[in-house]
């Protein structure tokens, strides 16, 4: 149960993407040739009117196939086209897949959010013999800030120190209506093997009005969208193994995992953990899909930008190749993701 539930989640994060494309593309036009969840060979399929909507057999990626969508196509008239419509046009159909990804994780996050609140940034309890507790900084202490850095949520806090773990740091925080300020330094950890700076928090939430569930599920979204780009910079940097990226093995273990501990709570909040973790990672989708890399969204946006500041295409026999050149690094990084997650469940 939980596999099929962790498939879903895919298939949503794919539907939810390929919508954007699919709604962009018939508001300017452009005939859909077909919609497609899944890869491989079709396993149920419907032909519409104009377009064909297919499930494929392998539960990953999908496809919105658009008429001349990379070159002309006899087949079908210009009218709808792509390539034959404005560059303006084009590039709103491509930029609305990633887009539709932030829009789904804000609606998911107003809903978590309208259900249980957010995790205060409060301190539970303080561990004796670490930097807080000789600072002064009690149970039942809200953190504001961390060297000018605004704390909203306690995952705010996780994230900072995980970026700067040795850094000293100004830490800002009320208690009874009253800010203070101290300033520490993270205390190596033998036993976790991390700098720590001894804040316990048990995951309190405090439930919102409807204009705090608004602020906070945006709130929500800019946070998964800067901590995707962070694990970038740190994979890239080199602080992170590129033994630690997860594939879509990886991701369906993980959530059904998370499945698994959540059903003793009830149905309840297996759809809340699975809804979080729909947030994260359709807000991951999105930024991974604008990054300009060829055969990726970003990549077609790239070309498509400079075809709008210079008034004229790019060749497009050339263009074909780069993303195919995208397309096969691609495939060989997803073939090492996937391998690796293998080795993990060995």
């Given at each position: 149960?939980?596999?099929?539930?962790?498939?879903?989640?895919?298939?949503?994060?794919?539907?939810?993407?390929?919508?954007?494309?699919?709604?962009?593309?018939?508001?300017?036009?452009?005939?859909?040739?077909?919609?497609?969840?899944?890869?491989?060979?079709r396993i149920l399929s419907h032909q519409g009117k104009e377009?064909?909507?297919?499930?494929?057999?392998?539960?990953?990626?999908?496809?919105?196939?658009?008429?001349?969508?990379?070159?002309?196509?006899?087949?079908?008239?210009?009218?709808?086209?792509?390539?034959?419509?404005?560059?303006?046009?084009?590039?709103?159909?491509?930029?609305?897949?990633?887009?539709?990804?932030?829009?789904?994780?804000?609606?998911?996050?107003?809903?978590?959010?309208?259900?249980?609140?957010?995790?205060?940034?409060?301190v539970s309890e303080v561990t004796k013999g670490y930097p807080?507790?000789?600072?002064?900084?009690?149970?039942?202490?809200?953190?504001?800030?961390?060297?000018?850095?605004?704390?909203?949520?306690?995952?705010?806090?996780?994230?900072?120190?995980?970026?700067?773990?040795?850094?000293?740091?100004?830490?800002?925080?009320?208690?009874?209506?009253?800010?203070?300020?101290?300033?520490?330094?993270?205390?190596?950890?033998?036993?976790?093997?991390?700098?720590?700076?001894?804040?316990?928090?048990?995951?309190?939430?405090?439930?919102?009005?409807?204009?705090?569930v608004i602020r906070y599920g945006f709130h929500e979204v800019?946070?998964?969208?800067?901590?995707?780009?962070?694990?970038?910079?740190?994979?890239?940097?080199?602080?992170?193994?590129?033994?630690?990226?997860?594939?879509?093995?990886?991701?369906?273990?993980?959530?059904?995992?998370?499945?698994?501990?959540?059903?003793?709570?009830?149905?309840?909040?297996?759809?809340?953990?699975?809804?979080?973790?729909?947030?994260?990672?359709?807000?991951?989708?999105?930024?991974?899909?604008?990054?300009?890399?060829?055969?990726?969204?970003?990549?077609?946006?790239?070309?498509?930008?400079?075809?709008?500041?210079?008034?004229?295409?790019?060749?497009?026999?050339?263009?074909?190749?780069?993303?195919?050149?995208?397309?096969?690094?691609?495939?060989?990084?997803?073939?090492?993701?996937?391998?690796?997650?293998?080795?993990?469940?060995?």
């Amino acid at each position: 149960m939980s596999i099929v539930l962790s498939f879903l989640v895919f298939s949503l994060l794919i539907i939810s993407h390929e919508l954007g494309h699919f709604l962009l593309a018939k508001f300017n036009g452009v005939e859909v040739i077909e919609f497609s969840v899944g890869m491989g060979p079709r396993i149920l399929s419907h032909q519409g009117k104009e377009t064909r909507y297919s499930l494929k057999l392998v539960p990953f990626g999908g496809s919105c196939m658009m008429a001349g969508e990379f070159d002309e196509d006899p087949d079908h008239p210009q009218e709808g086209s792509f390539i034959h419509k404005s560059v303006w046009a084009r590039i709103s159909i491509v930029a609305a897949g990633p887009l539709f990804n932030f829009l789904f994780a804000l609606l998911l996050s107003f809903v978590v959010i309208a259900s249980i609140g957010i995790d205060k940034p409060v301190v539970s309890e303080v561990t004796k013999g670490y930097p807080v507790a000789e600072a002064g900084i009690q149970k039942g202490d809200k953190i504001t800030k961390i060297n000018e850095k605004h704390i909203v949520t306690y995952k705010d806090i996780s994230l900072y120190l995980t970026l700067h773990p040795q850094e000293t740091m100004e830490v800002v925080y009320e208690r009874d209506g009253v800010e203070r300020a101290v300033v520490i330094t993270p205390k190596y950890d033998e036993q976790t093997k991390s700098y720590r700076i001894g804040i316990i928090n048990y995951g309190e939430r405090e439930k919102q009005s409807p204009i705090g569930v608004i602020r906070y599920g945006f709130h929500e979204v800019k946070f998964w969208i800067s901590y995707t780009f962070t694990s970038l910079k740190m994979l890239v940097g080199g602080q992170v193994s590129m033994n630690e990226v997860s594939g879509p093995v990886g991701l369906v273990s993980t959530m059904s995992a998370v499945v698994e501990d959540s059903k003793t709570s009830g149905i309840f909040y297996v759809f809340l953990n699975l809804s979080n973790f729909f947030i994260l990672l359709s807000a991951n989708l999105g930024v991974m899909n604008l990054l300009p890399f060829p055969a990726l969204d970003g990549g077609r946006l790239f070309f498509l930008i400079i075809e709008a500041l210079r008034g004229k295409p790019i060749d497009r026999e050339k263009e074909a190749y780069i993303h195919m050149a995208g397309m096969v690094l691609l495939m060989a990084f997803m073939v090492f993701v996937l391998y690796n997650d293998v080795i993990k469940l060995w």
